[in-house]
């Protein structure tokens, strides 16, 4: 699904759905091939078991279980056999042509929480199935509802990538110097041009954690390392993890591991 450089805010992003063309689902248990063809609708489609290989306009992807893909009207198209069993189920569908391209999602995405999709697809089998009255409406609801939960979680993907571009260089500097010294979160916010207070908020906004915390958790990694593969004292390893004394370290080491390095050392 095509990122679109002129959709600048997401809350006003739209798409029209005109037609429900057709729902399929299958479960395939030989191998197969299909032929490069033109796409006479847009398809979406979600695999809730096996996986296998879609050719769109040239681009091969790889679309594996509880994978969406997307395929948009006039692409060409082929698809030949990953693994099996397969199985999927696919909506064909026409939009408002000002609209049918303006999809910011992926061609092929994973969903945050694939079984909410697998039951947002299940229902429409469903209802295509039954046909009761307002089948196509209900269906249509369902895809929107489908769109618009993508949408959030692309806006949320697109705030993370934004944060981490600011922070990006401060969380480098940890990375190689987290054991030379005592890093201090406002020089990570000069590093950044930003206040400590909002380094601090899109720090745990992206790894869920706090700065600190994440330098003491690199820290124990570490340590963990040199306890199990070297010979360094607990006193060397202190001072080598940049802690002020190895009481500091012991005290953090038992904190996030339940034991102490000696301890932890001695049941190796």
């Known amino acids: 699904m095509k990122n679109l450089s002129k959709i600048t805010k997401y809350g006003d992003f739209d798409i029209d759905i005109t037609e429900i063309a057709s729902v399929c689902n299958e479960h395939i248990i030989k191998p197969w091939t299909h032929h490069l063809k033109n796409n006479l609708s847009?398809?979406?489609?979600?695999?809730?078991?096996?996986e296998f290989h879609a050719v769109i306009d040239?681009?091969?992807?790889t679309v594996q279980k509880n994978n969406m893909l997307y395929v948009p009207i006039e692409a060409t198209y082929s698809s030949y056999c990953g693994t099996l069993p397969f199985g999927y189920s696919s909506i064909f569908f026409h939009m408002n042509p000002l609209t049918g391209s303006q999809f910011p999602f992926q061609t092929c995405c994973v969903p945050e929480v694939p079984e909410k999709y697998r039951k947002f697809f299940k229902t429409v089998d469903e209802e295509w199935i039954s046909k009761n009255f307002g089948y196509k409406l209900r269906i249509k609801s369902l895809l929107y509802e489908i769109f618009r939960n993508l949408l959030i979680e692309q806006l949320t993907l697109n705030i993370a990538l934004k944060g981490y571009h600011?922070?990006?260089?401060?969380?480098?500097?940890?990375?190689?110097?987290y054991y030379k010294e005592i890093i201090d979160v406002n020089k990570l916010a000069r590093m950044s041009g930003i206040t400590p207070t909002h380094f601090i908020r899109l720090f745990k906004e992206i790894y869920s954690t706090t700065p600190k915390q994440y330098i003491n958790n690199l820290r124990i990694e570490r340590a963990i390392e040199l306890l199990e593969f070297s010979t360094a004292s607990i006193d060397e390893i202190s001072n080598q993890l940049g802690y002020s004394d190895?009481?500091?370290?012991?005290k953090a080491f038992k904190n996030a591991m339940g034991k102490s390095p000696l301890q932890f050392r001695t049941h190796i």
């Open 166 to 177: 600011v922070i990006k260089d401060a969380v480098n500097y940890i990375e190689q110097n």
């Open 58 to 61: 040239g681009v091969e992807y």
């Open 246 to 250: 190895a009481s500091y370290f012991s």
């Open 42 to 50: 847009h398809r979406i489609l979600f695999v809730y078991e096996g």
